[in-house]
């Protein structure tokens, strides 16, 4: 198993650029979110997925986009990049609801100029 | 904003001391999950309690659930090198699909 893989590892856009960061797990899970680490502010839910179809805003949805269309993929896209989008960003999916941890992709290191 | 504040921010201890980390909500906790990342690295899961007043062992690592289920703790006896990283504690407060991490604390050993 693979896991949580997470592409581009590095990034660097320029303002008002888009893109899309990718998001894929091969171990069947349900739940799969996405989430911001900045520092001192820990880890900050962008979006979230139930399961393939369904997907719903976290903290911080402002500016990003999701989709769910395979229980496999959950990639973020980007519209419009600003600086304040300078960050980590970990993607990590769960069996399903209860007592089962999130595995976390190894992030994407974001910088917007 | 934090849905579950993190105490302290920084810990900075000699190998061999004890470590304390704390999680506190305002609101009722319907379970509270600890992670741990390393410096550079991702998140990993460490643990999840779900019960009232609940304590679980993994070796050197204590976790607790407050009986009213808005503080957790975890502590670490005699610190090692290897437990160097910033530990998380998670919830998913009302909405079990939502889940919060808190701001983490950064711990430092010194050998």
């Known amino acids: 198993n693979a896991g949580v893989t997470q592409t581009p590892k590095f990034q660097v856009l320029k303002t008002g650029q888009s893109m899309t960061l990718q998001c894929a797990q091969d171990?069947?899970?349900?739940?799969m979110s996405w989430y911001r680490q900045d520092p001192g502010m820990g880890l900050r839910l962008i979006h979230y997925?139930?399961?393939?179809?369904?997907?719903d805003q976290g903290e911080v949805p402002n500016g990003y986009n999701v989709s769910r269309s395979t229980t496999e993929d959950f990639p973020l896209r980007l519209l419009s990049a600003a600086p304040s989008q300078t960050s980590v960003y970990f993607c990590?999916?769960?069996?399903?609801?209860?007592?089962?941890?999130?595995?976390f992709g190894s992030g994407t290191r974001l910088t917007v100029v | 904003g934090q849905q579950v504040m993190q105490i302290p921010q920084y810990q900075h201890v000699q190998e061999g001391e004890d470590f304390t980390t704390y999680c506190n909500s305002s609101?009722?906790?319907?379970?509270i999950q600890w992670y741990k990342q390393r410096p550079g690295g991702h998140p990993v899961f460490l643990i999840q309690?779900?019960?009232?007043?609940e304590v679980k062992k993994q070796k050197r690592l204590t976790f607790q659930f407050g009986e009213a289920k808005k503080n957790s703790s975890l502590h670490i006896t005699a610190t090692q090198t290897t437990d160097v990283g910033t530990y998380f504690c998670?919830?998913?407060?009302?909405?079990?699909?939502?889940?919060?991490f808190g701001s983490g604390t950064k711990l430092n050993v010194k050998p």
């Open positions: 990590a999916s769960k069996v399903s609801a209860g007592k089962y941890g999130y595995t």
């Open positions: 171990m069947n899970h349900e739940y």
């Open positions: 997925s139930v399961g393939a179809g369904i997907t």
């Open positions: 609101t009722t906790l319907s379970n």
């Open positions: 309690l779900v019960k009232s007043g």
């Open positions: 998670a919830s998913t407060l009302y909405n079990f699909n939502k889940f919060y």
